[in-house]
């Protein structure tokens, strides 16, 4: 058994984890990056060849988060001279008149977010083969378009690597002993470090519970569906398509949305932001397709160029937290233990900011944005610990 010591462990190397290691290792930090599958993986939730990125939200502290983030996703290109992100727009549809829908539009506009608004009477024009619905509004933030998710993860994990960084995959942590020197045990070796950061998605729980804390995460599974275009290319990048999102619809309140065909030529990306509750070592056990008849049924109304079955139908999970904002927040008992969970299906585009910001954390220095509204605090009643 090999005896290591670290200036910091990170657990699970999916983005999250894997930015957090980059901005250590940025800082001549000594880090070791475990995960529990061998790497690359389609188990959690950051495999898969897209992302929407996009600012428009409901929150400012997320559009602000956002500004650098797009920042730091183009100084990541620059730095590997691979290409992660394209520019395509996202068009947001949902009744004019709803909360959702009127509460994004606000907030773009006190942003100042560059965005188009399209009346009903011209949207045809612009956004061809979608059926808008009556009483529907749209806009495009014309900031917005594709990650390469893939691709993002690996070229971040490389060079992370480079400078100096270890991976070590297929290490599952058995045992998390705490105190001012953190001793992290696997099958293959015991690992020291002066402080750990836990980014194990839907396993946050299993790990935290060697540490006496439960947050109130769900694990639920998402249908990851791809709908064959009636006209090779109707709805491509190339044509200029943009990712959409349906935030309230006749078939359900939940957001739909969507992205451009591209990486199955042919294949139109369409999912439902939420599914069956699930263990997440028990992923595919799970074969409810109550999210797929939405979809179909969706599909058939508003999307006339689509096949309206999906032609595949690929696996990830969203741990969610009951407000769907993120944990980036401090152990309640060990300062020195920090924790990144319940990314809530929209975290993939946050990625290099929240490794920047747990990164922070767990150097001791005041975070570069006000983390209130995502410290474990605001869960008094939920988040119980042991000790």
């Not at 997320?62 to 001279?81: D, F, I």
Request: include cysteine; hydrophobic fraction near 35%.
């Amino acid at each position: 058994m090999s005896q290591e010591v670290y200036d910091c462990i990170v657990i699970g190397a999916g983005i999250q984890g894997s930015f957090t290691s980059y901005h250590m290792a940025k800082k001549n930090k000594k880090t070791l990056l475990l995960e529990q599958f061998p790497l690359p993986h389609s188990r959690g939730s950051s495999h898969g060849q897209t992302r929407v990125i996009r600012k428009a939200y409901e929150h400012d502290f997320y559009v602000h988060m956002m500004e650098e983030s797009y920042q730091l996703w183009s100084q990541l290109e620059k730095e590997t001279n691979v290409q992660l992100y394209r520019r395509t727009g996202l068009l947001v549809m949902g009744p004019e008149n709803g909360k959702e829908f009127q509460l994004l539009k606000t907030t773009l506009e006190r942003n100042h977010v560059p965005t188009v608004n399209l009346p009903g009477d011209e949207f045809s024009k612009h956004i061809p083969l979608v059926n808008l619905t009556k009483g529907n509004g749209a806009l495009v933030d014309t900031t917005a378009g594709v990650l390469y998710a893939d691709r993002a993860l690996k070229t971040v994990q490389g060079l992370f690597q480079k400078m100096g960084g270890v991976i070590k995959d297929g290490e599952e942590v058995n045992a998390i002993k705490p105190g001012s020197v953190v001793t992290v045990t696997t099958a293959s070796g015991k690992y020291s470090a002066k402080s750990l950061v836990i980014t194990a998605g839907s396993w946050a729980n299993n790990l935290l519970s060697h540490t006496g804390l439960h947050l109130p995460l769900q694990v639920f599974k998402i249908n990851v569906c791809y709908w064959k275009e009636k006209v090779p290319g109707s709805y491509s990048v190339q044509r200029r398509f943009p990712c959409f999102i349906q935030v309230e619809s006749e078939e359900s309140n939940h957001h739909i949305y969507g992205l451009p065909s591209n990486e199955y030529p042919g294949l139109m990306k369409l999912c439902y932001h939420i599914g069956p509750e699930i263990e997440p070592d028990e992923r595919d056990r799970q074969t409810d397709r109550g999210d797929i008849d939405i979809l179909q049924r969706y599909v058939a109304r508003c999307f006339p160029g689509l096949v309206p079955v999906p032609a595949v139908v690929e696996s990830c999970m969203y741990t969610m937290t009951p407000d769907q904002h993120f944990i980036l927040d401090s152990h309640p008992t060990y300062s020195n233990i920090v924790i990144g969970a319940g990314f809530s299906g929209h975290g993939f585009k946050f990625g290099p900011i929240v490794g920047k910001l747990l990164c922070e954390l767990s150097q001791g220095e005041v975070p570069s944005y006000d983390l209130s509204p995502f410290r474990i605090r605001r869960f008094q009643t939920h988040s119980k610990s042991a000790l």
